[in-house]
């Protein structure tokens, strides 16, 4: 059974930082992409970042470029975000999601699997 399990989230102040993971078991994570999205109130989930199997490959919104940073370390099968200059526009939900695909895609419908999210609020 694959689970992807996300920590991490809390309340911060605009500016802050904090550092998302996302736990995979049940797969063969250095086989998969993996993405994280969010979704705030009222709003659509959107794509936040994709990184490749092997984290060479990875792929930002706009609206988190030179904030915020993805990564993963494959021994340990857990995908990370760092996430600094946090801005209240950044409140939303994170979830971190995997696919089969070598090229993060950047639609959440491609993902084969999802985890249950965890809640970033940020403050002004």
């Given at each position: 059974?694959?689970?992807?399990?996300?920590?991490?989230?809390?309340?911060?102040?605009?500016?802050?930082?904090?550092?998302?993971?996302?736990?995979?078991?049940?797969?063969?994570?250095?086989?998969?992409?993996?993405?994280?999205?969010?979704?705030?109130?009222?709003?659509?989930?959107?794509?936040?970042?994709?990184?490749?199997?092997?984290?060479?490959?990875?792929?930002?919104?706009?609206?988190?470029k030179g904030r915020f940073t993805i990564s993963r370390d494959n021994a340990k099968n857990t995908v990370y975000l760092q996430m600094n200059s946090l801005k209240?526009?950044?409140?939303?939900?994170?979830?971190?999601?995997?696919?089969?695909?070598?090229?993060?895609?950047?639609?959440?419908?491609?993902?084969?699997?999802?985890?249950?999210?965890?809640?970033?609020?940020?403050?002004?």
């Amino acid at each position: 059974q694959v689970q992807l399990v996300e920590s991490g989230g809390g309340l911060v102040q605009a500016g802050d930082s904090l550092r998302l993971s996302c736990a995979a078991s049940g797969l063969t994570f250095s086989r998969y992409a993996m993405g994280w999205f969010r979704q705030a109130p009222g709003k659509e989930r959107e794509f936040v970042v994709g990184i490749s199997w092997s984290g060479g490959t990875t792929f930002y919104a706009d609206s988190v470029k030179g904030r915020f940073t993805i990564s993963r370390d494959n021994a340990k099968n857990t995908v990370y975000l760092q996430m600094n200059s946090l801005k209240p526009e950044d409140t939303a939900v994170y979830y971190c999601a995997a696919d089969r695909a070598f090229i993060p895609p950047r639609v959440g419908f491609e993902y084969d699997y999802w985890g249950q999210g965890t809640q970033v609020t940020v403050s002004s």
